[in-house]
């Protein structure tokens, strides 16, 4: 597979990106630390990524980046049939609510620029005539929670929109992939006491990547939480109100 990877510098899409090096796919990495992401390509040629990995500066919080960086992909690729989203920012609800500047930050990045950066991948993928975009959102959309309520407005908000966008266009060759993380061991989560069931991005890399190969529209990854969630969903208010959750 030719793929552009936007976030694969660190945590679970550093842990995909080697996998998909591991296996011979092409490569192109996209990212708003220049030095990171030459360190990161470099790593994916030790680990066995085909060809030279490619690398263009792409910031989640300037959208005019989006359509230069995956032209660059594009030309170097020769092309490309697989677009890989993992970028994102993270910040804590009491921290998010102090915060003006940090929650615009955080709910534009997430939502509004994500689904720009979206649009711009799903247009050159059907032109080309068709490939797989797998983004990941997050389990924090699956339900509103006292903890997570305008980061996982955010998700819920992402993730709304990927479902819409497998409906639509699925029959044109769009194949989207979304991907829902529970809590994973990463430096965005460092800090934060692990919930049971807390998973590593290793790990979670093996399951979208089998996901990817399959086209599987939803994934839950560690794939308990695709069953801690369904619980969630379902509690009652009343209950959700008692626990403080």
């Not at 990106?17 to 470099?42: E, H, K, T, V």
Request: some cysteine; glycine content about 10%.
């Amino acid at each position: 597979m030719k793929i552009v990877c936007f976030g694969a510098t660190q945590g679970m899409g550093r842990a995909l990106a080697r996998l998909m090096a591991q296996r011979g796919d092409d490569l192109f990495l996209l990212g708003r630390n220049i030095d990171d992401l030459a360190r990161s390509a470099a790593d994916l040629q030790i680990h066995g990524a085909r060809g030279e990995v490619g690398t263009a500066y792409c910031d989640l919080l300037k959208p005019e980046t989006f359509a230069p960086a995956l032209d660059q992909a594009s030309t170097t690729l020769g092309g490309f049939d697989t677009v890989v989203v993992t970028a994102g920012l993270f910040a804590g609800e009491d921290e998010l609510e102090r915060d003006t500047a940090l929650r615009d930050r955080v709910l534009t990045a997430d939502f509004t620029n994500t689904i720009h950066f979206c649009e711009a991948a799903r247009t050159r993928l059907l032109a080309a005539g068709g490939g797989t975009l797998c983004v990941f959102s997050s389990v924090a959309g699956e339900r509103a929670r006292k903890p997570v309520i305008l980061y996982g407005a955010a998700k819920a908000g992402l993730s709304h929109y990927l479902n819409g966008l497998d409906h639509k266009f699925h029959a044109h060759g769009l194949r989207v992939v979304l991907v829902k993380p529970g809590f994973v061991k990463t430096a965005m989560t460092a800090g934060l006491p692990p919930p049971p069931f807390a998973g590593e991005p290793e790990a979670v890399a093996r399951t979208v990547l089998k996901a990817i190969d399959r086209g599987t529209p939803v994934v839950f990854a560690p794939a308990m939480w695709r069953w801690v969630m369904l619980v969630i969903r379902f509690l009652p208010r009343a209950v959700m109100r008692r626990i403080g959750f």
